[in-house]
């Protein structure tokens, strides 16, 4: 753990993607013309303050085997939450590159997401969460707020043919794709899936409106504070 805390700074300092572009294909000003036969090729993120970003991934973690070495339950941790306090927003870079275009970069946020530890997870000795990401200038086919998810919070690729088979049925279902990103220089699987915004609306050629979503105060919360778990 100290030694990736100590060198995570470098972890991308080769990556050439994110050099300045001599000349930029007009995707970055806008226009290219959105559609579903664009081709994601290549998604990257770099934090701006990787060390701040790194270490509050590794007290997520190290709170999580805390958690872990306590409970009597090898599957279920009860007690865990991925607290606020981990959720802080970071700002960040985002490199957009699709197939036959030249990559555009932008500027973004991201932060840790979800509720539970398999949220959480290890790529070739390094943290790694879900993520939510808000691009600031820019989009990814007129999407500006998505979620990484790791793939085994949405039980991997059931996640999208749950969401494939919703549309055909003409429910209202979020774009939802595997992809490949990196994250400060940390190549990972992702489940990409836009955030139900006005741009979800927009897409499913719905005029904008008022999206009705569960308050977690009466679901998950309220579980917590009662607690059901032990309850049944």
Not at 59 to 74: D, G, I, M, R
Not at 177 to 191: C, D, E, P, T
Request: charge should be positive.
């Amino acid at each position: 753990l100290i030694f990736f805390l100590l060198f995570s700074t470098n972890l991308y300092s080769e990556d050439l993607s994110f050099k300045p572009q001599d000349s930029i294909e007009p995707y970055c000003k806008g226009n290219i013309p959105i559609s579903d036969n664009l081709v994601l090729e290549n998604l990257e993120i770099k934090v701006n303050k990787n060390k701040k970003w790194s270490k509050n991934l590794l007290n997520l973690h190290v709170y999580f085997q805390e958690t872990k070495s306590k409970s009597h339950n090898n599957n279920w941790f009860g007690d865990f939450r991925i607290n606020k306090k981990f959720k802080k927003k970071f700002k960040s870079k985002i490199l957009v590159k699709y197939k036959n275009y030249k990559p555009c970069i932008f500027k973004s946020t991201v932060r840790v997401t979800g509720d539970l530890w398999w949220h959480l997870g290890w790529n070739k000795g390094a943290p790694i969460s879900s993520l939510y990401v808000e691009i600031l200038n820019g989009h990814i086919n007129n999407i500006t707020k998505f979620k990484l998810l790791l793939p085994k919070a949405r039980n991997n690729e059931n996640e999208i043919f749950t969401a494939v088979i919703l549309k055909s049925l003409n429910f209202l279902s979020p774009r939802t794709s595997l992809i490949k990103a990196k994250v400060n220089g940390n190549k990972s699987s992702y489940i990409f899936q836009e955030d139900l915004r006005k741009e979800f609306l927009e897409n499913l050629s719905y005029r904008e409106g008022p999206i009705l979503e569960g308050d977690e105060r009466f679901t998950i919360m309220l579980k917590d504070s009662e607690n059901t778990f032990k309850k049944k």
